[in-house]
């Protein structure tokens, strides 16, 4: 009979509505992976009579063959169109059999709630709480209509294996997670039932520029509403807990939210309400004080318009809790705001705990300080308060308010230092016994006896041979340098020995030049200890915050370390120290064109070493590194590329372009992919990945730029299975209204000769990318890794905002390999160098 193969189909097309397409399922039934390597419509006994099992599913949702790679699980957006697919298997009334074939009728379900974990029984057949209206209109017994189960167009000419289809409607407030669902097909009757079942991930949109003045409306109103839940009433918790999760979603950078704890604080009383019901109340004055005085839940993110046309998104029946004060202003929450008053019958330990944050004192004793709000403030702040009489916030200017929250930042990163020195000092007293480790100065003299063994597995730069050691070490050193000089030969005579020929190189020939050198400021040593030195301050940067704004050119790390984007044409470039003390210069990110590799150089040497005697070695990225750029067609993601190309260098690709190359290639898919480009559909994963993996071979660089892609949940999954050696900086998500996109698309058409550049393909493609790549976009915001920059202004107003994402992504990236590098001289570890 029949069965469900396809729990997510992509029936935008005729051609996919008419005809199998694997590519077009992305989300297939419970266990339907043996079926799925079967191929459509084949016999595998995945035909499922829950009535003569007693089980409404065929197989568990915790079975460990439920999803796998090659059939996953579906992902589903709020207001989706789902179609599924099934084979029609000779049941269809048409000419080639006739009218009378039975079908009874199909009945499509869910449960309610998404599941908290994959496990547990399924509703019993009949009675899953929500069930869903099929688009296919009901089947007649004796017409040949093609309607509900037998919407096969094509089943003459394949009566078995037939594509069939039906669509429904998801809601569009459905909340977010897994859900369970149940397609059942009546065949002869209602009692002879065949039931397929399955989980779908259920995305939340992210949320549009437009939205967010919304969302920052909805956080100021439960923030600042005192309503009381009823006690029987269940919703409040749960229309609070969608506010702010929708909140953390419009704003993946956290733009204003001080990194203290404050997100993680608030996820676990979400966490902790969820669990318990009792103690809801509490969690929720905890989140509120959490909340309280952060410019970024009022103003810092929504820097959009306001559109108050746009209606609050929640039904009517939990808008009533909300209870907007009739002067909303966030601003003044810090003064007016009282917590929710608390329950007595709650959680018995906590009853008498103030509402404050169960963290504050604790890991964050400066919190509780700064974030105080009762109207009798603790003693010792009393005075203070009555000398300064601090204008209320709400009397504050935008520039005040700033100042006044900046200070409160300060004072508590002053507490938290002191917090943690006091923690250093109580550890030391606790480990009286702890010693210092002597450590060894650079083995100079070894390494001067017996030459490095260079486990040069990196590229060596071709035709280029450097110096022998002999010629640098002419010029008499000063005496006060002598150390640091011996180092320099050190380093100069291993390089030279790395570049004779490979049989010299005995791996077992030194092993004493390998013992690793600790960084350390106490050693004697001035240019190990100005590297130690180096190493730690950039330790201390190596995390930079993709929030930072960047607003100088110029970035100081510690007291002697500059990080200047402007200074060479290399574009990033640490001045480690200044060059008259010591003869290791600098390290700067540099392009090796023979070795065809970005990195850091080391340049060390003496000031009349010639340029290249100075330039020692240079590291690369051991990874490769990715910045995937998103939007919808026409969004302006290949202007902004190629700006970012101009300014950063990294390597751009576009899976169009590169798909579209192929097709004009002649390659063997070139029917395929012009198809599905006329159709705006997504090509298979696996041609588009070979031609990224082979472009990014073939440019021998490490940071690229890959635009348009994942595009899809295929893309994604093919990407996640096949390139596990490259990492994932973030995303930069070109936020466009469709009018403009559209506008935009049909100027570039009238000269860009695409063929998806009309009306026609363009609306298909604003179709795939709402329905298939939102959800990606959102998948990589949930991990916090989505830039979003909106791209409605001006090509340069836009790359503006660009370079505040790209730029910490560079930073970091230079910092990390500089990093590398200061070890890699630590450790005589010359395996990692590339030699110029
Ligand atoms: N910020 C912008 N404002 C106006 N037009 C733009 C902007 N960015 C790009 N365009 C134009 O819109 C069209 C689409 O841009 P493109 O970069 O090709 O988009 P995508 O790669 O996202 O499809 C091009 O003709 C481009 O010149
Ligand atoms: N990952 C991708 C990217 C593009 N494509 C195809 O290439 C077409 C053009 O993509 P594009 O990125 O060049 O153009 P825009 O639609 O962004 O303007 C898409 O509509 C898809 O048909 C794909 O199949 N898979």
Not at 78 to 85: I, R, S, T
Not at 778 to 794: D, G, P, R
């Amino acid at each position: 009979h029949s069965w469900l193969e396809c729990t997510n189909y992509d029936a935008s097309s005729t051609s996919n509505q008419e005809y199998w397409s694997a590519a077009a399922c992305t989300g297939y039934a419970r266990c339907g992976s043996y079926q799925q390597s079967h191929g459509f419509g084949i016999d595998t006994g995945f035909d499922y009579r829950p009535l003569l099992h007693n089980k409404p599913c065929q197989c568990s949702k915790d079975s460990p063959n439920a999803y796998s790679a090659s059939a996953p699980m579906a992902t589903y957006v709020p207001g989706q169109k789902v179609c599924l697919a099934y084979p029609a298997k000779n049941h269809v009334a048409a000419p080639c059999t006739n009218q009378y074939i039975p079908d009874t009728g199909v009945r499509i379900f869910r449960t309610q709630h998404p599941a908290s974990n994959l496990t547990g029984d399924d509703p019993a057949l009949h009675s899953w709480p929500v069930e869903y209206k099929h688009l296919n209109g009901p089947h007649q017994n004796g017409v040949v209509d093609y309607k509900g189960f037998q919407h096969c167009p094509k089943f003459c000419e394949d009566k078995g294996r037939a594509l069939c289809s039906m669509c429904f409607n998801l809601e569009k407030d459905i909340a977010p997670g897994v859900y369970t669902f149940q397609w059942e097909w009546d065949f002869n009757s209602a009692n002879d039932v065949y039931t397929s079942c399955w989980e779908a991930r259920q995305f939340t949109m992210l949320t549009t520029h437009r939205r967010k003045s919304v969302i920052v409306q909805q956080m100021a109103d439960i923030i600042q509403s005192q309503a009381m839940p009823e006690a029987d009433n269940e919703h409040w918790w749960d229309a609070r807990v969608k506010i702010i999760q929708e909140w953390l979603r419009a704003n993946p950078l956290r733009i204003g939210v001080p990194e203290d704890g404050t997100i993680e604080t608030i996820m676990q009383q979400i966490s902790r309400g969820d669990k318990y019901v009792h103690v809801r109340v509490k969690a929720w004055n905890h989140i509120v004080t959490e909340l309280q005085g952060i410019p970024g839940v009022c103003e810092k993110f929504a820097t959009a318009e306001a559109s108050p046309e746009l209606p609050i998104e929640l039904p009517p029946e939990k808008q009533e809790l909300l209870q907007i004060p009739e002067d909303n202003n966030c601003d003044q929450s810090e003064q007016t705001i009282s917590p929710l008053p608390l329950n007595t019958n709650e959680d018995p330990q906590e009853s008498n705990v103030q509402p404050v944050s169960p963290f504050r004192g604790k890991l964050r004793p400066n919190k509780a300080k700064t974030l105080h709000h009762d109207s009798n403030p603790p003693p010792e702040l009393q005075l203070s308060n009555q000398e300064t009489k601090p204008k209320p916030i709400s009397q504050m200017s935008m520039m005040e308010r700033q100042q006044e929250w900046l200070r409160k930042k300060a004072e508590k990163a002053a507490a938290e230092k002191l917090r943690q020195q006091q923690e250093a000092e109580k550890e030391l007293t606790f480990q009286p016994s702890l010693i210092k480790k002597q450590i060894p100065t650079k083995p100079v003299i070894e390494a001067e006896k017996a030459p490095s063994p260079p486990r040069l597995t990196r590229l060596k730069s071709a035709g280029r041979q450097r110096k022998q050691s002999s010629n640098t070490t002419k010029t008499a050193p000063a005496t006060s340098k002598s150390s640091s000089r011996s180092l320099l030969d050190t380093v100069k005579a291993e390089l030279a020995a790395s570049t004779q020929p490979s049989t010299q190189l005995e791996p077992s020939s030194t092993p004493s030049i390998t013992t690793p050198i600790i960084p350390t400021t106490s050693t004697t040593d001035p240019t190990i200890a100005y590297v130690s030195k180096a190493l730690e301050a950039i330790n201390n940067t190596a995390i930079i915050s993709s929030t930072t704004p960047l607003t100088t050119a110029s970035r100081k790390i510690g007291d002697d370390f500059h990080y200047d984007t402007t200074s060479s044409d290399t574009k990033g470039r640490y001045q480690l120290q200044d060059p008259t003390l010591f003869d290791l210069t600098s390290m700067y990110r540099k392009k090796d064109k023979y070795a065809r590799c970005d990195g850091v150089a080391l340049q060390m040497g003496r000031r009349e070493d010639t340029h290249q005697e100075q330039l020692i070695a240079m590291a690369g990225a051991l990874r490769h590194k990715v910045l995937f750029v998103l939007g919808g067609p026409g969004a302006g993601k290949g202007t902004q590329c190629a700006k970012i190309v101009a300014e950063y260098g990294f390597v751009h690709l576009s899976a169009g372009d590169l798909l579209r190359a192929e097709r004009a290639s002649g390659s063997e898919n070139g029917d395929m992919i012009d198809r599905m480009i006329r159709e705006g559909a997504i090509v298979p994963v696996k041609v588009t990945l070979d031609l990224l993996r082979k472009a990014m071979v073939d440019s021998g660089r490490d940071l690229f730029l890959i635009d348009g892609f994942p595009r899809n949940y295929d893309n994604l999954q093919g990407w996640n299975d096949e390139m596990t050696d490259v990492d994932v900086a973030g995303v930069l998500f070109y936020d466009c209204p469709e009018d403009e996109m559209e506008k935009r698309l049909l100027e570039r058409g009238k000269t860009s000769g695409r063929t998806d550049d009309n009306i026609d393909a363009i609306r298909k493609r604003f179709t795939t990318y709402h329905e298939s790549t939102m959800p990606i976009i959102e998948h990589f915001a949930e991990q916090n890794k989505v830039f979003h920059i909106l791209a409605i202004s001006t090509p340069d107003e836009v790359f503006e905002e660009t370079k505040k994402a790209i730029e910490p992504i560079v930073q970091t990236h230079l910092v990390e390999t500089t990093q590398r590098l200061l070890n890699a001289v630590f450790n005589n570890d010359w395996a990692t160098y590339v030699v110029t």
